[in-house]
């Protein structure tokens, strides 16, 4: 069970790390919002500073920072409770986004929050004394 635990956190930090880069270099290629028009528009607007495909906004720099320290948290298992406390929001906007707007791609949204779960509840006794 503990290879399962290591696994599932490298490789939870691994993605996180990986996505908020492309936050800032975009070396990934976009999801496909084809016949998602509003899905579409949301994430440039995020993306960026205006209605037009330039410009820079500073929201998807700031998760993109995020996930980057995130996943060097829980990669490097410093802090790993307050990593996966953090990325709580993050996961459930994702998660959010994907439902309301694009469903076909909450695949890795939904892996991303189940994973973030099972961890925090893995790291129960670090939230005990906030819980209580």
Do not use: C
């Not at 939870?12 to 070396?27: A, D, I, R, S």
Request: proline share 5%; no cysteine.
């Amino acid at each position: 069970m503990k290879w399962v635990n290591l696994i599932l956190r490298i490789g939870l930090g691994l993605m996180l790390f990986m996505f908020g880069l492309n936050k800032f270099f975009w070396f990934m290629p976009d999801f496909d919002f084809t016949g998602y028009p509003e899905a579409d528009h949301l994430f440039k607007a995020l993306r960026y500073a205006g209605e037009q495909a330039t410009g820079k906004g500073y929201l998807m720099h700031l998760v993109g920072l995020s996930e980057v320290v995130i996943g060097v948290m829980l990669v490097t298992k410093k802090w790993v409770p307050l990593a996966l406390a953090m990325l709580v929001p993050i996961s459930i906007n994702i998660v959010l986004f994907h439902a309301f707007l694009n469903l076909p791609n909450i695949g890795p949204a939904i892996l991303v929050a189940i994973v973030n779960a099972y961890l925090m509840y893995k790291h129960r006794d670090a939230y005990k004394s906030i819980l209580t």
